[in-house]
């Protein structure tokens, strides 16, 4: 992660025009992206998760400051990311959009279901936020949000790690709970 936020990340641009990109911030963008989501979870999920789901994307759309606007990447997946021996060498196949560093991390987060943990992600996102305060719980909110949609990713294009998503899935329900 850290190749990625220093590397990569760190060096995002503010749009010169916020007419120029389609706003991931949006809230139909929010709304529309759950509700295709959850199309294809289904019933893989009960209906208290869906509701969760979509109770968080009204609440999380619409909020960022235009000042934590970037021209983000749009499909920041370990699928678009480029190795050598060296370690990350590029990254392919950008849709750019406009929204905050904070979605282009979480898809990279959770691009793979390995390590999907409160530690690890707390250090990315402090690393990408400097210098502000994190929330655990608008974290966990954005956590559970991008689980969502990329179980709904999974369930098409790699059934197998389901089950590892699912395990995450409950995992971050209870930090937000908690928090």
């Not at 529309?32 to 994307?57: K, M, N, P, V, W």
Request: proline share 4%.
């Amino acid at each position: 992660m850290a190749e990625l936020v220093d590397g990569i990340l760190a060096h995002y641009v503010h749009p010169e025009s916020y007419d120029a990109y389609k706003s991931i911030e949006a809230p139909e963008h929010a709304v529309d992206s759950i509700r295709y989501a959850a199309s294809f979870i289904g019933g893989q999920l009960g209906e208290e998760d869906h509701r969760l789901a979509t109770a968080l994307s009204r609440e999380r759309s619409g909020v960022t400051d235009r000042g934590d606007l970037y021209v983000l990447h749009g499909d920041f997946g370990v699928h678009n990311f480029l190795f050598t021996d060296n370690g990350l060498t590029g990254v392919i196949d950008p849709i750019p959009v406009m929204g905050c560093k904070r979605y282009d991390l979480l898809y990279a987060f959770c691009s793979s279901p390995d390590e999907l943990t409160l530690p690890l992600l707390l250090h990315a996102v402090r690393r990408v936020e400097e210098g502000k305060k994190v929330d655990i719980r608008l974290l966990s909110r954005d956590m559970i949000l991008e689980l969502y949609r990329r179980m709904s990713t999974c369930l098409r294009f790699h059934p197998e790690d389901f089950p590892q998503y699912l395990q995450a899935w409950e995992e971050w329900k209870k930090i937000y709970a908690s928090s």
